[in-house]
């Protein structure tokens, strides 16, 4: 500003550059207000769109962990079921077993016995003598 001592026609025009000054500020705070408002209003939308994007993406890791668990209590029946097969195949094939033992046994003295009986003389024939492995067996 100047120091020295303004003319009133001076101050007129000074004050109307001034005036105009001041509108012209104005309206460029008006106009930084409206952005700003604008921007606020912007920031508003992001931030709710991130907050829904955040919920969809909590609903999608959700339903992900829910299928996992059901895949996961699938597999489980399913070894429980194939556990349960295996115990039971087991018990069978031990059962199995077990007569493939005893038949082999059986199959061993039916052998002696026809070998007994086989190589029994003509005079155990005519008497009709038997081998003992052939009286035991007709015990039973």
Do not use: C
């Not at 007129?12 to 921007?39: M, P």
């Not at 016995?113 to 009286?135: A, E, F, N, T, V």
């Amino acid at each position: 500003m100047n120091d020295k001592p303004l003319k009133p026609a001076d101050n007129s025009s000074r004050i109307h550059e001034l005036e105009e000054e001041l509108i012209k500020k104005e309206s460029s705070i008006n106009s930084i207000r409206e952005k700003l408002n604008n921007n606020q209003e912007i920031l508003q939308d992001l931030i709710q769109e991130k907050n829904l994007l955040k919920d969809q993406i909590q609903d999608f890791e959700i339903k992900q962990t829910n299928t996992k668990l059901q895949e996961y209590e699938k597999l489980q029946q399913n070894h429980h079921k194939l556990k349960h097969r295996l115990e039971v195949t087991k018990n069978h094939l031990d059962k199995a077993n077990d007569k493939i033992k005893v038949l082999k046994e059986r199959n061993k003295d039916l052998e002696r016995i026809i070998s007994d009986l086989h190589s029994r003389g003509l005079k155990d024939y005519l008497l009709r003598r038997y081998p003992d492995s052939y009286q035991e067996y007709e015990k039973e």
